[in-house]
């Protein structure tokens, strides 16, 4: 079974540390869950959310790139920084990315 968060792109923008939580809290309630995927509409993302044996922290980047090779290089350097795409949305002119590492458990 799936569980669907809806984020504001703006709350986002606001406090995308605020956003994470609020993500990292539904992945984690009961059951263990993490982001299959986004879908972006004109205000807002639909996250979507489905079992999974590992819990992952995220985190949501903002940048500007100015070409497709600007895109390429971003996303090759979150890669070997250990984070991975999730997805992507515009908001206010600017690329946010969401990205998720494997979390480190204790």
Same mark, same amino acid.
Request: glycine share 4%.
């Given at each position: 079974?799936?569980?669907?968060?809806?984020?504001?792109?703006?709350?986002?923008?606001?406090?995308?540390?605020?956003?994470?939580?609020?993500?990292?809290?539904?992945?984690?309630? /009961?059951?263990?869950?993490?982001? @299959?995927? #986004?879908?972006? %509409?004109?205000?807002?993302? =639909?996250?979507? &959310?489905?079992?999974? $044996?590992?819990?992952?922290?995220?985190?949501?980047?903002?940048?500007?790139?100015? /070409?497709?090779?600007?895109?390429? @290089?971003? #996303?090759?350097? %979150?890669?070997?920084?250990? =984070?991975?795409? &999730?997805?992507?949305? $515009?908001?206010?002119?600017?690329?946010?990315?969401?990205?998720?590492?494997?979390?480190?458990?204790?």
């Amino acid at each position: 079974m799936n569980r669907l968060v809806l984020l504001s792109k703006a709350d986002i923008a606001i406090d995308s540390a605020d956003a994470v939580s609020i993500l990292e809290k539904a992945c984690s309630r /009961s059951r263990k869950l993490a982001v @299959a995927g #986004i879908c972006e %509409r004109e205000d807002n993302i =639909f996250i979507s &959310l489905e079992p999974s $044996d590992r819990l992952f922290s995220y985190v949501f980047s903002q940048f500007e790139p100015k /070409s497709d090779e600007d895109l390429a @290089a971003e #996303i090759r350097a %979150r890669y070997f920084s250990g =984070f991975s795409v &999730l997805g992507d949305f $515009d908001y206010n002119g600017k690329k946010w990315l969401l990205l998720s590492k494997e979390a480190q458990t204790s």
